[in-house]
């Protein structure tokens, strides 16, 4: 599995160059320490190259699942699942990568802020934003880990569909392939929605549960419910882990379904047509 993620992550090394270049450039030339439209300018870059690297790996990992086959007779070293695992981490140590590259920038510049003017950094709103780290205590440092939790949330998500897309694509050929889509679109969206309208639900009901306060300061300032699940809301972290394992095990029959056809297919083409 370490081979195999070293291997994947190679494909993007170039990708990740030249994202790190970009921010550094930018940063360069973004330079007004002393200005809040700086700081706000730079974590929305900040995140726009973030979404687009971890886009742009999920799409390609998105396009290997529907041209990489495996056949039960053919010699195999590392099972789907953890093929599936393997590229999920390759794309969240993408979106980390600019992460910390990205505030290493921006908190350089506050940094320096902070010791040449100290009291007009602290009432200025800068201290505010979810990627200026400095002068926070390690517990505000989760704004930007639900942020990053959020994101990656949606891409296991997107790697489930386009799965369950392949699987309906291969096992159901009768069936029009933009309903199948649909379909599988639905059918994933909605139980997390569901689930998230439930927690914001007693998140509401039973507003002791959640721990998204610190010595009356609120520690997810930019925690938008529905959208973003609250790590902070211990219904969530009872919920979540039972819904992973659920999907792990989806994920499981999918690979061991679409293994079956992918060998029968080969040795009889015609003859696999599934009817709903």
Known sequence: MKNLFILELKRFRIILLISMLILLTFSFFNKNIYQETTYQNEQLFIEIIMILVVSISTFMFVSDSFTDYQFLYAKRTIPNLKIFFTRFLVIVFNGLFIFIIGAFFINIKAFIFKINDPILFLISDIPNYAFILVGKLWIEWLTPVTFMLNIFIYVFLILMIALRFRYFSCLYKDQSKFFNLVECVLVIL???????????????????????????????????????????????????????????????????????????????????????
């Open 190 to 276: 909605l139980t997390h929605v569901l689930i998230r309208l439930t927690l914001y639900g007693l998140e509401q009901l039973i507003p002791i549960l959640n721990l998204n306060n610190y010595n009356y300061t609120t520690i997810l300032k930019n925690y938008y419910p529905i959208y973003m699940i609250n790590p902070l809301f211990i219904p969530s972290l009872l919920i979540y882990p039972i819904l992973l394992y659920s999907n792990v095990q989806q994920i499981k029959a999918y690979y061991v379904l679409l293994d079956y056809y992918d060998a029968s297919y080969n040795m009889y083409p015609n003859s696999l047509t599934v009817q709903k």
